[in-house]
């Protein structure tokens, strides 16, 4: 793995070489974003339900919280110290669970569905 700041030329170069197995650009702004912010539950469409033989997944995050979005897909929650509990302060925790239950949210609103399992494995947090 190599972080660097390097011009186009050199990417070029690069995306040449057998060896490397994957160029990542650097992230950049959601501009669509601030719209998913007006969404409310009653706006989402309908969700799937979860599958019996879905693989579960463990994240190690900031926590994770009761949201609607999870529901049924939370398996447990543990705070370490204990004293820490399970609340997601940040927020990050939950949206990580998020990503591995849905992938692209964006996406399936678009398409109109949520899918929580389907032919490529989806994760329960």
């Known amino acids: 793995m190599l972080r660097a700041r390097i011009s186009g030329n050199v990417i070029q170069t690069l995306l040449t070489v057998e060896d490397v197995a994957d160029v990542d650009l650097p992230p950049e702004p959601d501009i669509a974003t601030g719209e998913a912010f007006e969404l409310t539950i009653a706006d989402l469409p309908e969700m799937d339900d979860i599958e019996e033989n879905t693989p579960v997944i463990g994240i190690i995050d900031s926590g994770i919280n009761d949201h609607p979005l999870l529901a049924g897909a939370i398996v447990g929650a543990i705070g370490v110290p204990e004293r820490l509990g399970t609340a997601d302060d940040w927020?990050?925790?939950?949206?990580?669970?998020?990503?591995?239950?849905?992938?692209?949210?964006?996406?399936?609103?678009?398409?109109?569905?949520?899918?929580?399992?389907?032919?490529?494995?989806?994760?329960?947090?």
């Open 91 to 125: 927020g990050h925790g939950t949206r990580v669970a998020g990503v591995s239950l849905f992938g692209d949210l964006r996406d399936q609103i678009a398409a109109g569905a949520l899918v929580r399992a389907d032919a490529s494995p989806r994760a329960r947090s």
